[in-house]
């Protein structure tokens, strides 16, 4: 599409779903002190580290990382996930315990196919506990891992 603006164009810039920003620390789903209701798996192409968590088809099979910030503030949260059936699969989001927000894990089309969620959390400073509860009994999508953005104070 051509620019029609007074102002030069300075274009796009783009960055994978799946890079983290430099500022970005990665969890792995597969790695202490994570926890996964159900098993940690390698039989789907295309995930990060040494596996994925393939929660238990089950409202409430979660799966919770625990995620350190140098100060409180708001965090944005990258969730990296598959979802090869037809079907939303929603899950609530827990930070320390606390409702922070609904996620709608939409189909990706193919369990080998990997797509990342955003979204936007407050953080307490030292550890905290992010925890995707899911709410149907279908339970979660494989869940690859969590990227912690830059803090906002």
């Known amino acids: 599409m051509p620019y029609t603006g ?19 620390q ?9 926890v996964c209701q159900g098993t940690i798996d390698t039989n789907h192409a295309g995930y990060s580290g ?4 393939n929660g238990d088809n089950a ?3 979660y ?4 995620v350190n910030a140098s100060v409180a503030g708001t965090a944005t949260l990258g969730i ?7 079907s939303v699969r929603p899950a609530n989001l827990l930070v320390n315990g606390s409702t922070a927000g609904t996620v709608s894990f939409e189909s990706t089309g193919a369990w080998t196919t990997w797509t990342t969620k ?24 494989n869940i690859d891992y969590l990227d912690v953005g830059a803090m906002a104070g």
């Open 50 to 53: 040494s596996g994925f968590c």
């Open 26 to 34: 990665r969890y792995e789903a597969e790695t202490a002190p994570a």
């Open 118 to 141: 955003t979204m936007t959390v407050p953080l307490s400073a030292g550890g905290n506990t992010i925890r995707l509860d899911p709410t149907t009994a279908a339970g979660l999508p």
């Open 63 to 66: 799966a919770e990382l625990t």
């Open 6 to 24: 007074r102002a030069p164009d300075l274009g796009a810039f783009e960055q994978s779903g799946d890079t983290p920003p430099p500022s970005a």
């Open 80 to 86: 990296r996930f598959a979802n090869g059936t037809g």
């Open 59 to 61: 409202a409430g099979a």
